[in-house]
C-alpha cells in the first residue's frame, strides 16, 4: 500500500514562498506519476500541478499558477515537491499530494489511486 505525506506547508504573507515535499512510501514511486491538487473552503478540490513518472518526466500546471508553481520529483528520495512563489490570497488551501499507478499524469482527482493527508497554505494579504 502507498503513503503519502506531505509537508511545508504554513502561513506566508502575500508574495512569499513555500516549498511543499511529498515524501512516498510502499510503492515504486518511479513508476507513478505524480500529482498536486487543493481545496479551499467550500470549494472542490482542484488540480495544480502534475509530473509524468520517470521515462517521460514532463509537466503540467493549471493555468492560474503557470509560471509561479513549478513541480518536481526526486525519484532517489521518493519525494515530489510543489515549489510555490509569488503567493497570492486566493492561494489559500489545503494542498494535496497524489499518486497516480501509470506513467501518465492526469488531471482530475479520480484520475489517482493513492493520497496524502493534506498540508495548509495560508496567504495573508
Known amino acids: 500500500q502507498v503513503q503519502l505525506v506531505e509537508s511545508g506547508g504554513g502561513l506566508v504573507q502575500a508574495g512569499g514562498s513555500l516549498r511543499l515535499s511529498c515524501a512516498a512510501s510502499?510503492?515504486?514511486?518511479?513508476?507513478?506519476?505524480m500529482g498536486w491538487f487543493r481545496q479551499a473552503p467550500g470549494k472542490e478540490r482542484e488540480f495544480v500541478a502534475a509530473v509524468s513518472a520517470t521515462n517521460f518526466r514532463t509537466t503540467t500546471y493549471t493555468d492560474s499558477v503557470k509560471g509561479r508553481f513549478t513541480i518536481s520529483r526526486d525519484n532517489a528520495q521518493n519525494t515530489v515537491y510543489l515549489q510555490i512563489n509569488s503567493l497570492k490570497p486566493e492561494d489559500t488551501a489545503v494542498y494535496y499530494c497524489?499518486?497516480?499507478?501509470?506513467?501518465?499524469?492526469?488531471?482530475?482527482?479520480?484520475?489517482?489511486?493513492?493520497w496524502g493527508q493534506g498540508t495548509q497554505v495560508t496567504v495573508s494579504s
Open positions: 497524489a499518486g497516480r499507478t501509470t506513467k501518465y499524469y492526469g488531471t482530475r482527482p479520480l484520475d489517482y489511486d493513492y
Open positions: 510502499g510503492g515504486t514511486f518511479s513508476t507513478y506519476a
